[in-house]
């Protein structure tokens, strides 16, 4: 993954540049000290990972981060709290708090990572051979096939994928999962599921059933579910 640093202070870019070089899949395509070399820097290099710092001059990393129609996957590196809760909202894959250990560096580094090979399946799905993502459980990554996939729950800072035969438990976010999947097979239902279509046995009151497993169907979101799932082909006669 081509990273960018983006830091007004030499001395925390030259400690993120240490993390980033020290970790195999990722590499540093280059250094910049405020948002408005970073603009242009991301007009002129792809980019896959942008660590950016919150408090900076002119232009805050906030501010840049909204500005971007097509941002790339971003990582928040600050010394100030206070900004994790407007941080997450733009779907950051996730927020470092300095001094930044290198042990919390990589964990976040991994997700990314995870993001990232989710999003070129994704780009690859007019392919036929491009039916399945990889994810990183534990050590190692995963392959999972689409059409194995039951539904996704997501538990606090971590989502399990069910699958027909097993549980998959990463630290992805919902948000990243939902705009991989397959928008033709999978549906938001909750704010805590997401299901795969052709797996729904029935619909019953308020609940969606995937073989043993009762899925909750949001209030707000009901009519949509139900015109979903009743309009698709696999529900017709």
């Keep these: 993954m081509n ?52 408090q900076m001059p002119k232009l805050s990393g906030i501010e840049f981060l909204k500005m971007l ?16 809760v407007e941080g997450y909202s733009l ?38 051979q491009a039916d399945y993502f990889f994810v990183k459980c534990d050590s190692k990554f995963e392959k999972v096939f689409f059409q194995e996939v039951c539904y996704v729950e997501a538990m606090q800072n971590y989502s399990i994928i069910h699958t027909q035969s097993r549980k998959l438990i990463t630290y992805i976010t919902m948000t990243s ?13 909750h704010k ?6 052709p797996h729904i046995k029935a619909i019953e009151g308020n609940e969606i059933l995937i073989g043993e497993a009762r899925i909750p169907i949001s209030r707000n979101l009901k009519d949509e579910v139900i015109n979903h799932i009743l309009g698709n082909k696999l529900f017709k006669r």
């Design 192 to 197: 805590s599921y997401i299901v795969s279509v």
């Design 3 to 54: 990273c960018l640093i983006v830091d007004d202070e030499p001395v925390a870019r030259k400690g993120v540049a240490e993390y980033v070089n020290e970790i195999d899949f990722l590499n540093l395509a280059g250094q910049c000290e405020n948002a408005v070399k970073a603009s242009a820097y991301l007009n002129q290099q792809a980019i896959d990972l942008v660590f950016l710092d919150i």
């Design 91 to 128: 779907d950051v894959v996730d927020y470092l708090m300095k001094p930044i250990t290198f042990e919390r560096f990589l964990k976040a580094a991994q997700k990314a990572l995870e993001i990232h090979l989710l999003k070129r399946a994704a780009s690859q799905s007019g392919d036929a």
């Design 177 to 189: 999962l939902e705009n991989q999947l397959p928008a033709k097979q999978f549906l938001k239902v």
């Design 69 to 84: 129609k097509n941002p790339p996957l971003v990582i928040f590196t600050t010394a100030y709290s206070e900004y994790a």
